[in-house]
Nanobody, 123 residues
């Protein structure tokens, strides 16, 4: 599976952005699609994920109530709606596919990752 993230940009604090992740190829029903981010000088961190075949969603505590993940199976698309953005949300955002039972901890070594999209939130 190949993935491509898009939708990043510059936004003021309190604003919103919607990221898109386009997947080419078949995604297993036991997989989930996740969003991760990496800020300059920081480790990569899990943001959110959604089961490909069930209704399960997962969020990092830092984005709960502000970000919403959704999917469109027919179009092989996953979206991340980001509201009430904060300067600390500034990072390169990546989407990735992996087993649902370990989606929070997948890495580029063991799963499919797309190129990232930069989100910059100004104060």
């Amino acid at each position: 599976v190949q993935l491509q993230a898009s939708g990043g940009g510059l936004v003021q604090a309190g604003g919103s952005l919607r990221l898109s992740c386009a997947a080419s190829g078949r995604i297993s029903n036991t997989y989930a699609v996740g969003w991760f981010r990496q800020a300059p000088g920081e480790d990569r961190e899990f943001v959110a994920a959604i089961s490909w075949s069930r209704t399960n969603t997962y969020y990092a505590d830092s984005v709960k109530g502000r970000f919403t993940i959704s999917r469109d199976n027919a179009r092989n698309m996953v979206y991340l709606q980001m509201n009430s953005l904060k300067p600390e949300d500034t990072a390169v955002y990546y989407c990735a596919v992996g087993g649902e039972n370990r989606i929070r901890t997948i890495t580029p070594r063991d799963s499919s990752w797309g190129q990232g999209t930069l989100v910059t939130v100004s104060s």
